[in-house]
């Protein structure tokens, strides 16, 4: 049971365009939706997190968006770069349950030059 | 002043035999992690410690065993290694705070 579903699979952007990440979430427990970034052979880097209070954040050229009452978030690369070719993973987790993590399956990001 | 740092990098195995991967944090976060990586299922939970000698199950703990009895240290044990294990292993500490710290990973292939 995937608590956390996350999609596309892969995405393929040229540089300058907008990248989209979308994830959808079932347990409402959950009270922080974070994004990790993974380069090869490195483990996953926290990139921008949002709380459900709030609708979107923006940091630099990544933004979030959250829609509480359908259960879903996503992650936009704004003029996306050859240098966000990652794999990006967005996440949920609760406070009252111990700060588990739980991931979804994660998108292989390309940017072309 | 590595943070958190995983042992071996790279390992090969056996069926049946057992292995254990190690991690270390100098960081003192209350709680680490432990999540295996496989293409098509992301990150899942394996184990996971809210301190020292407080340990707990996540989404796929059948076939490891988990000990805590430093904070800085959060061994992850497979008492018999099977070819499903292969896979690469991630351990993770927060302060807690929600944000996780990976190490680097651990690439294991059981033969």
């Known amino acids: 049971q995937q608590q956390v579903k996350q999609s596309p699979q892969s995405l393929i952007v040229q540089k300058g365009g907008i990248s989209i990440i979308n994830c959808a979430y079932e347990n409402t427990a959950f009270d922080y939706f974070p994004w990790y970034q993974q380069f090869p052979g490195k483990g996953p880097a926290l990139l921008i997190a949002?709380?459900?209070?709030?609708s979107e954040k923006k940091e630099g050229r990544f933004t979030i968006s959250f829609n509480k009452s359908a259960k879903q978030f996503s992650l936009h690369i704004m003029d996306s770069q050859p240098g966000d070719s990652a794999t990006y993973f967005c996440?949920?987790?609760?406070?009252?349950?111990?700060?588990?993590?739980?991931f979804g399956a994660g998108t292989r990001l390309f940017v072309k030059a | 002043d590595a943070g958190i740092t995983q042992s071996p990098r790279y390992k090969i195995t056996e069926t049946g035999r057992q292995v254990t991967l190690m991690c270390h944090q100098t960081?003192?976060?209350?709680?680490m992690f432990w999540y295996r990586q496989d293409l098509g299922h992301g990150l899942r939970l394996i184990y996971y410690s809210a301190a020292a000698d407080i340990t707990d199950k996540g989404e796929v703990p059948d076939g490891y065993v988990v000990s805590r009895s430093k904070t800085e240290n959060f061994p992850l044990t497979l008492e018999s290694a099977t070819r499903s294990q292969t896979s690469v292993y991630f351990c993770a500490s927060s302060p807690g705070n929600e944000k996780l710290f990976f190490g680097s990973g651990t690439q294991l292939s059981v033969l």
């Open positions: 949002i709380r459900p209070d709030v």
């Open positions: 996440a949920a987790s609760m406070s009252a349950g111990g700060f588990k993590t739980i």
């Open positions: 960081w003192s976060h209350s709680y």
